[in-house]
């Protein structure tokens, strides 16, 4: 049974693309994750293939920098199995590797790199490089603004709309909204809300996802309005997709 914990949330948390650097070499994995960070990105840093396995299945985020020869299970065999999965099938990859031959080049774009970077490389390049995937891949995490339907979320601002009235929603609820928001039509369970919206640092009761759940629909809907955030029993909660087409 979970004990009932501090409810901190962290300020931001789910505004920034998140990074996953796959790299076995700790000076060059500590380089990018100091010039991600520098760029605006949450950076994590992952030295072993088969623990990048399960960091991506737990929380996939939103581009991998990923090494060609790693310890556990290589580069080219973790991209592989990403494109076998529905949930990856399309999440931005950057292929690292000492390899530059042709032949290599294309055997890494073939099993679904998209795309190939050759050490030892420019470290201003390969940040442009995952400012274009992130743009061309998820627009959403890098606007100003979200928005579905009558419902409208500014970042800079802070600031939620529905139609003509302004939402007034605590910090967590907003975050939440923004995650959600990002993500339309995903299912999210209470423990993947806790990692994305609160952080993996912060530990507190799973319970504490449903009160805010509970607080943003308060906000979002009135009347006989549609409540745009779904239940999945048995399974979490997600932002329902068709919202604003139908």
Request: hydrophobic fraction near 35%; proline fraction near 4%.
């Amino acid at each position: 049974m979970n004990e009932t914990r501090r409810d901190i949330p962290r300020a931001g948390a789910s505004k920034l693309p998140r990074i996953l650097v796959v790299e076995d070499e700790a000076d060059l994995a500590l380089l990018l994750s100091y010039n991600l960070e520098a760029e605006g990105y949450s950076a994590e840093t992952v030295e072993r293939g088969d623990e990048a396995e399960l960091r991506l299945v737990e929380s996939p985020p939103d581009l991998v920098i990923l090494d060609w020869m790693l310890p556990g299970v290589s580069g080219l065999e973790i991209c592989r199995r990403l494109r076998a999965r529905e949930a990856t099938r399309t999440l931005p990859v950057i292929m690292l590797t000492a390899r530059g031959e042709e032949s290599e080049r294309v055997r890494g774009l073939s099993v679904g790199a998209d795309d190939y970077v050759v050490k030892p490389f420019s470290v201003p390049e390969l940040m442009a490089r995952v400012r274009a995937l992130l743009r061309r891949s998820r627009p959403e995490r890098i606007a100003d603004r979200l928005t579905a339907g009558d419902i409208d979320l500014d970042r800079e601002t802070r600031r939620v709309r529905r139609g003509a009235r302004d939402l007034h929603l605590g910090p967590t609820e907003f975050r939440l909204l923004e995650y959600l928001l990002e993500r339309r039509g995903r299912v999210f369970s209470r423990a993947q809300l806790l990692d994305g919206v609160w952080g993996q640092s912060v530990e507190i009761d799973e319970r504490t996802v449903d009160v805010h759940i509970g607080r943003l629909r308060k906000a979002l809907s009135r009347g006989r309005e549609r409540d745009p955030i779904r239940t999945v029993r048995g399974a979490g909660y997600s932002f329902d997709e068709t919202y604003g087409k139908i």
